[in-house]
């Protein structure tokens, strides 16, 4: 097996080049492309590659143990694991890891009751400090449904103190009496965008705060977390992240602040994961915005970077915001969240023009259909970079091959149908789309059969980022906690393989990358080290299944 030298080094052999790390394992799946798979899926004598040789970041060499002795030399640190299976880098394709700070700020709320959901908030409301706000993350819609969404049901609970509950979409929040009055909301402000402030039939504010703008009106007048303070919790995220194996994620927005936390992490030390941001374009962005979000393309750290933009066509099926193609049953869902569509398509394609990758979010099925319809109105400009639609909940028949033909990526997260969705159809979401809608939802293994690109992730923090239960969760179609539970449409459920292929060959496909996602001279070096071979566990064990190690650019990260 031969690899070429590094540029500043004179022309030599592989086996002249030593590496800086071996690794030895029971076995490697190397998931490697189309063009090198033959080669480098089995070792010399036939049977899968067991050693890796890294250099430079990159692998070096791929082959038995003995075929990588050459690359072995006085300096290389050999790591001996035995019995492990090394499989490519776990890459999350969908996060919010620096806003996410953001939308876990307070006491976590996810699946409770209304009544469970009131008592976490009175101890809260007992321990705060006079005139100190209350926040909760995590809110399940389904608890407003003999209310409608208002956060008055909290006064009584909070004892007059001022609340800002997240929902678990992060697209909605509420705010109670006490919030209300502390912001100053009347319901009569406006948005850019279909950002709105909920209104009782009196015209009075519910405290009910619809998509982004409408939230950002009431935080801009909470006091902010210290950079100190945002920079120790995302240490923690990411440390926690790598323990699960992931060593890199596709971050979907470049918030207010994460140069910063950001900077300052790595003045400490290295970052655990890669972390790839792409910037949000906000509805109604005018050419100026525009330019200025491309500005910002190739900013980077040591392991951070700028690189394509983040859409978002609509909002949510749960709060009646998602772009429907029919409204939902309460009349909801006919309208994008950019007032304009045609200036989407105006700025889809300045970024094309400058070959400058996208993510849209798209959930409804006209959403979805008018992000391909776009793309597809690019013509040649649509190869200058990597396009890609994220969630994808509900779409008919119709559009499923469509992501192949254009070449469009599909970016899910699964989990969300099997956590948020009931396979008798009594969960809000469901209820909103109706039964043939509905069992359009999540279609993962139909997407995949039309020969489309598939990646997988967690959009934490409004799922757990655990990428083993998400693969899990994937295959089984239900929580793996709850094994008393129906699968959600099962006919969708993926393949171990499959699902593994989400979070490496297919999440880099996603983004266009060449030279990740597999394991083969060149790519990066970055691998998850299971104790016992994955591909061969069933659902429930691949949930709990051991980390040996994770590396990143070719070292220990996690071990």
Same mark, same amino acid.
Request: glycine letters at 12%; one cysteine or more; charged letters at 30%.
């Given at each position: 097996m031969t690899s070429p030298a590094r540029p500043d080094a004179p022309a030599t052999t592989a086996r002249e080049i030593l590496a800086d790390r071996v690794i030895i394992a029971e076995r490697v799946h190397a998931f490697s492309s189309e063009s090198t798979a033959a080669a480098a899926a089995t070792t010399a004598t036939g049977s899968a590659p067991q050693a890796?040789?890294?250099?430079?970041?990159?692998?070096?060499?791929?082959?038995?143990?003995?075929e990588l002795q050459r690359h072995i030399g006085p300096a290389t640190v050999v790591d001996e694991l035995p019995g492990a299976t090394v499989t490519p880098g776990l890459v999350d394709g969908h996060t919010? @890891?620096?806003?996410?700070?953001?939308?876990?700020?307070?006491?976590q709320l996810t699946d409770l009751g209304l009544d469970e959901v009131r008592e976490r908030l009175a101890e809260a409301a007992a321990n705060a400090a006079p005139g100190s706000w209350i926040f909760g993350w995590g809110t399940d819609p389904n608890i407003f449904t003999e209310t409608g969404f208002t956060g008055r049901i909290f006064d009584e609970a909070t004892d007059g103190r001022p609340v800002f509950l997240r929902m678990r979409d992060a697209h909605s929040a509420v705010v109670n009496s006490a919030g209300i009055a502390t912001a100053?909301?009347?319901?009569?402000?406006?948005?850019?965008?279909?950002?709105?402030?909920?209104?009782?039939?009196?015209?009075? &504010?519910?405290?009910?705060?619809?998509?982004?703008?409408?939230?950002?009106?009431?935080?801009?007048?909470?006091?902010?977390?210290?950079?100190?303070?945002?920079?120790?919790?995302?240490?923690?995220?990411?440390?926690?992240?790598?323990?699960?194996?992931?060593?890199?994620?596709?971050?979907?927005?470049?918030?207010?602040?994460?140069?910063?936390?950001l900077e300052l992490l790595e003045s400490q030390g290295e970052l655990p994961l890669r972390l790839r941001f792409s910037p949000m374009v906000p509805p109604g962005s005018d050419e100026a915005a525009l330019a200025g979000i491309a500005e910002l393309?190739?900013?980077?750290?040591?392991?951070?970077?700028?690189?394509?933009?983040?859409?978002? @066509?609509?909002?949510?099926?749960?709060?009646?915001?998602?772009?429907?193609?029919? &409204?939902?049953?309460?009349?909801?869902?006919?309208?994008? @969240?950019?007032?304009?569509?045609?200036?989407?398509?105006?700025?889809?394609?300045?970024?094309?023009?400058?070959?400058?990758?996208t993510a849209t979010h798209a959930i409804g099925d006209r959403g979805v259909a008018f992000v391909l319809d776009a793309i597809a109105s690019l013509g040649e400009l649509a190869g200058r970079a990597a396009h890609r639609i994220e969630h994808i909940e509900t779409i008919p028949d119709e559009t499923v091959p469509r992501f192949a033909e254009l070449g469009v990526a599909a970016s899910m997260q699964p989990i969300h149908g099997t956590r948020h969705t009931r396979a008798d159809r009594s969960d809000n979401w469901s209820v909103r789309l109706g039964e043939e809608r509905a069992a359009h939802g999540w279609r993962c293994r139909?997407?995949?059969?039309s020969g489309a690109t598939v990646a997988l992730g967690s959009d934490w923090p409004v799922t757990p980022y655990d990428p083993r239960v998400m693969m899990a969760e994937s295959i089984l179609r239900r929580p793996v906690a709850r094994p008393e539970l129906a699968p959600v449409q099962p006919e969708q459920a993926l393949t171990v393989r499959q699902a593994f292929e989400g979070y490496t060959s297919h999440a880099a496909r996603a983004i266009g990358a060449d030279d990740e996602g597999r394991i083969e001279p060149g790519a990066r070096a970055a691998f998850t080290v299971f104790a016992s071979d994955p591909l061969e566990m069933d659902a429930t064990t691949l949930a709990s299944a051991e980390i040996v190690a994770s590396y990143v650019d070719g070292e220990p990260v996690a071990r």
């Open positions: 890796i040789a890294v250099r430079d970041g990159r692998v070096l060499a791929l082959g038995s143990r003995g919010h @890891i620096v806003f996410g700070l953001e939308l876990t700020r307070g006491v100053g909301l009347t319901g009569r402000e406006t948005f850019p965008d279909e950002s709105r402030v909920g209104v009782d039939d009196r015209g009075e &504010p519910t405290g009910y705060l619809l998509e982004l703008a409408a939230m950002d009106l009431v935080l801009a007048r909470i006091p902010a977390e210290s950079l100190e303070d945002r920079a120790e919790r995302l240490e923690a995220v990411l440390a926690g992240m790598a323990a699960t194996g992931i060593t890199g994620t596709h971050v979907m927005d470049f918030h207010d602040g994460s140069r910063e936390v393309q190739g900013l980077h750290g040591r392991r951070w970077r700028v690189d394509g933009v983040k859409f978002m @066509i609509d909002g949510t099926v749960d709060n009646g915001s998602a772009w429907l193609a029919e &409204p939902d049953c309460y009349g909801q869902g006919r309208t994008s @969240i950019w007032t304009d569509p045609e200036a989407y398509r105006r700025a889809l394609r300045f970024f094309a023009e400058r070959g400058i990758a139909d997407l995949r059969e």
